[in-house]
Nanobody, 126 residues
Framework: QLQLVESGGGLVQPGGSLRLSCAAS????????IGWFRQAPGKEREGIAC????????NYVDSVKGRFTISRDNAKNTVYLQMNSLKPEDTAIYYC???????????????????WGQGTQVTVSS
Protein backbone atom coordinates (compact mmCIF):
# COMPACT_ATOMS: atom_id res chain seq x y z
CA GLN A 1 0.00 0.00 0.00
CA LEU A 2 1.39 3.36 -1.07
CA GLN A 3 1.92 5.70 1.87
CA LEU A 4 3.53 9.10 2.50
CA VAL A 5 4.28 10.23 6.06
CA GLU A 6 5.44 13.74 6.89
CA SER A 7 7.48 14.65 9.96
CA GLY A 8 9.65 17.44 11.28
CA GLY A 9 7.03 20.07 11.92
CA GLY A 10 6.80 22.05 15.13
CA LEU A 11 7.00 25.47 16.72
CA VAL A 12 9.83 27.74 15.63
CA GLN A 13 10.61 31.42 16.15
CA PRO A 14 10.61 33.86 13.24
CA GLY A 15 13.90 33.67 11.40
CA GLY A 16 14.42 30.07 12.42
CA SER A 17 14.71 26.90 10.35
CA LEU A 18 13.02 23.54 10.07
CA ARG A 19 13.54 20.54 7.84
CA LEU A 20 10.48 18.56 6.95
CA SER A 21 10.73 14.95 5.87
CA CYS A 22 8.34 12.88 3.83
CA ALA A 23 8.97 9.15 4.02
CA ALA A 24 7.47 6.92 1.37
CA SER A 25 6.52 3.28 1.79
CA UNK A 26 4.96 0.77 -0.55
CA UNK A 27 6.56 2.29 -3.63
CA UNK A 28 9.89 3.60 -4.92
CA UNK A 29 9.93 7.36 -4.59
CA UNK A 30 12.66 7.50 -7.25
CA UNK A 31 9.96 6.80 -9.86
CA UNK A 32 7.74 9.68 -8.78
CA UNK A 33 7.69 13.43 -8.98
CA ILE A 34 7.15 15.09 -5.64
CA GLY A 35 5.58 18.24 -4.31
CA TRP A 36 5.18 20.11 -1.05
CA PHE A 37 1.98 21.95 -0.30
CA ARG A 38 0.68 23.90 2.65
CA GLN A 39 -2.67 25.02 3.99
CA ALA A 40 -3.04 27.85 6.44
CA PRO A 41 -6.21 28.30 8.54
CA GLY A 42 -9.02 29.67 6.43
CA LYS A 43 -7.01 29.46 3.23
CA GLU A 44 -6.84 27.10 0.29
CA ARG A 45 -4.07 24.55 -0.03
CA GLU A 46 -1.21 25.93 -2.13
CA GLY A 47 1.74 24.34 -3.83
CA ILE A 48 5.07 25.70 -2.63
CA ALA A 49 7.81 23.46 -4.04
CA CYS A 50 8.12 20.52 -6.38
CA UNK A 51 10.64 18.33 -8.17
CA UNK A 52 10.26 16.14 -11.24
CA UNK A 53 11.06 12.43 -11.25
CA UNK A 54 14.72 12.82 -12.18
CA UNK A 55 15.15 16.20 -10.53
CA UNK A 56 15.66 18.03 -13.82
CA UNK A 57 12.81 20.37 -13.03
CA UNK A 58 11.99 22.21 -9.83
CA ASN A 59 9.50 24.94 -9.07
CA TYR A 60 8.93 27.21 -6.10
CA VAL A 61 6.15 29.62 -5.33
CA ASP A 62 7.46 33.18 -5.17
CA SER A 63 6.79 33.52 -1.44
CA VAL A 64 9.34 30.81 -0.56
CA LYS A 65 11.98 31.29 -3.26
CA GLY A 66 15.42 31.71 -1.74
CA ARG A 67 14.24 30.43 1.63
CA PHE A 68 12.98 26.88 1.00
CA THR A 69 14.76 24.02 -0.76
CA ILE A 70 13.27 20.73 -1.90
CA SER A 71 15.48 17.65 -2.12
CA ARG A 72 15.22 13.90 -2.22
CA ASP A 73 17.25 10.93 -1.02
CA ASN A 74 16.14 7.99 -3.12
CA ALA A 75 18.24 5.57 -1.07
CA LYS A 76 16.19 6.51 1.98
CA ASN A 77 12.97 6.80 -0.04
CA THR A 78 12.50 10.22 1.53
CA VAL A 79 11.83 13.75 0.37
CA TYR A 80 12.86 16.84 2.31
CA LEU A 81 11.88 20.47 2.53
CA GLN A 82 14.51 22.68 4.13
CA MET A 83 12.88 25.86 5.37
CA ASN A 84 15.02 28.81 6.40
CA SER A 85 14.24 32.38 7.46
CA LEU A 86 10.78 31.32 8.52
CA LYS A 87 8.07 33.92 8.86
CA PRO A 88 4.77 33.91 10.78
CA GLU A 89 2.95 33.71 7.44
CA ASP A 90 4.60 30.33 6.85
CA THR A 91 2.41 28.89 9.60
CA ALA A 92 0.36 26.09 8.07
CA ILE A 93 -0.11 22.36 7.77
CA TYR A 94 2.47 21.08 5.31
CA TYR A 95 1.75 18.15 3.02
CA CYS A 96 3.89 16.14 0.66
CA UNK A 97 2.49 14.61 -2.50
CA UNK A 98 3.70 12.33 -5.26
CA UNK A 99 2.76 11.44 -8.81
CA UNK A 100 4.31 8.95 -11.22
CA UNK A 101 3.79 11.00 -14.39
CA UNK A 102 5.97 14.03 -13.67
CA UNK A 103 8.63 13.61 -16.36
CA UNK A 104 10.62 16.79 -16.89
CA UNK A 105 8.04 18.92 -15.15
CA UNK A 106 6.35 19.44 -11.85
CA UNK A 107 3.23 21.51 -11.28
CA UNK A 108 2.36 23.42 -8.14
CA UNK A 109 -1.28 22.43 -8.49
CA UNK A 110 -3.25 19.98 -6.36
CA UNK A 111 -4.61 18.16 -9.39
CA UNK A 112 -1.08 17.35 -10.51
CA UNK A 113 -0.61 14.81 -7.71
CA UNK A 114 -2.35 11.54 -7.04
CA UNK A 115 -0.93 10.49 -3.66
CA TRP A 116 -0.85 12.55 -0.47
CA GLY A 117 0.43 12.43 3.08
CA GLN A 118 -1.56 13.43 6.15
CA GLY A 119 0.39 16.60 6.89
CA THR A 120 2.56 18.06 9.63
CA GLN A 121 1.93 21.31 11.48
CA VAL A 122 4.43 24.15 11.26
CA THR A 123 3.92 27.14 13.53
CA VAL A 124 6.15 30.20 13.32
CA SER A 125 5.68 32.43 16.33
CA SER A 126 7.63 34.24 19.00
Amino acid sequence: QLQLVESGGGLVQPGGSLRLSCAASGFALSSYGIGWFRQAPGKEREGIACMSITGDATNYVDSVKGRFTISRDNAKNTVYLQMNSLKPEDTAIYYCAADRWLFGRCPLTIKGYNDWGQGTQVTVSS
